[in-house]
């Protein structure tokens, strides 16, 4: 490897154990590595708890600031070789397109900071032990000549150790997401059927968190649509804001969704293969990584899947 190893270490704000890993891997990881860190809902300023424990640690704190995830998919940013997720929420969450299509592993602890935002030095000083001894081990491996297989078998025993919350300590996080709203009966199916195939996804209930500008554009690129496309008109304020009109852009389509996130059809999943609006349900079989383990029936009571994990033909349901 000519130069150091990049680490793109996320969570959700950016504000405590993403900046706490990323000081911890600049002062370990000497000349080999370079860290960073983001969030994918920046809180905007560092926890002063997590600043003040590392400036008594020595740490030069000038530098750290609580940015978005987006800084790190733009043409000019650094490629990032490895993205760790710090904590549960991040890992459920369907990242933008890295520079350099990077390894991922999840090293979940819990977050130092109580509901207030700040928490107590004690709980910081718990965390920053737990992510110095995951760095102390990365740093500890042979990057630079192990292959990718390798390397991920390492980075997810490394997630598993001390500290790690229920969903670390576990079997990797399922690489399904769902944009869902639980009031669309496609969208249940959708889910459904996913979980038929012993998948338990990350579900992203995007009328409460919707995706940033950036992640919907790498949304529907990825899925190869257009912004009309992926309009949806009924029940929304499709017709009242005129969008209706071809003479809008496909700027001015994102800029309605992003401001009135129910414009956004759903289901949209993401797994290994592609990205996919699931309409009709059965369509997120394109997608699935696994079959379907066993007869699937609609709400409407429509046969969809046979016993044998088997597409039920349309005109056979």
Excluded at 24 to 51: H, I, Y
């Amino acid at each position: 490897m000519s130069d150091r190893f990049h680490v793109l270490f996320l969570c959700t704000a950016n504000s405590a154990r993403s900046v706490l890993a990323e000081a911890v891997l600049s002062r370990l990881g000497g000349d080999r590595f370079r860290a960073f860190s983001a969030g994918s809902f920046p809180r905007g300023k560092v926890n002063p708890v997590a600043l003040e424990l590392l400036q008594s640690l020595g740490y030069d704190i000038a530098g750290f600031r609580s940015k978005s995830w987006d800084e790190f998919a733009e043409p000019n940013a650094p490629r990032i070789d490895l993205v760790v997720t710090v904590c549960d929420n991040a890992a459920g969450e369907i990242c933008p397109i890295w520079p350099g299509h990077p390894l991922k592993a999840h090293w979940g602890i819990e977050d130092p900071a109580s509901a207030d935002g700040f928490g107590g030095r004690e709980a910081f000083l718990r965390a920053y032990g737990y992510l110095s001894a995951r760095i102390g081990r990365l740093v500890a491996l042979p990057v630079e000549t192990m292959d990718a297989a390798a390397l991920k078998a390492e980075l997810h025993a490394i997630g598993r150790s001390e500290g790690a919350t229920e969903l670390a300590a576990g079997a990797e996080p399922a690489d399904v997401v769902i944009y869902h709203n639980p009031e669309c009966g496609t969208s249940r199916n959708t889910l459904a059927m996913i979980r038929n195939a012993g998948i338990e996804p990350h579900v992203i209930e995007y009328l409460k968190t919707p995706p940033s500008r950036a992640m919907l554009e790498q949304l529907i690129a990825r899925a190869g649509m257009t912004p009309r496309e992926l309009l949806r008109q009924k029940g929304t304020p499709y017709a009242d804001l005129g969008l209706e009109d071809e003479r809008l852009d496909d700027a001015a389509l994102v800029d309605a969704m992003m401001a009135h996130p129910i414009l956004i059809n759903r289901p949209l999943v993401v797994t290994p293969v592609g990205v996919k609006l699931c309409r009709p349900s059965e369509a997120v079989l394109d997608i699935m990584p696994r079959a379907q383990q066993g007869a699937f029936t609609k709400e409407d009571g429509a046969r969809v899947v046979d016993a044998a994990g088997n597409l039920i033909p349309a005109d056979a349901a």
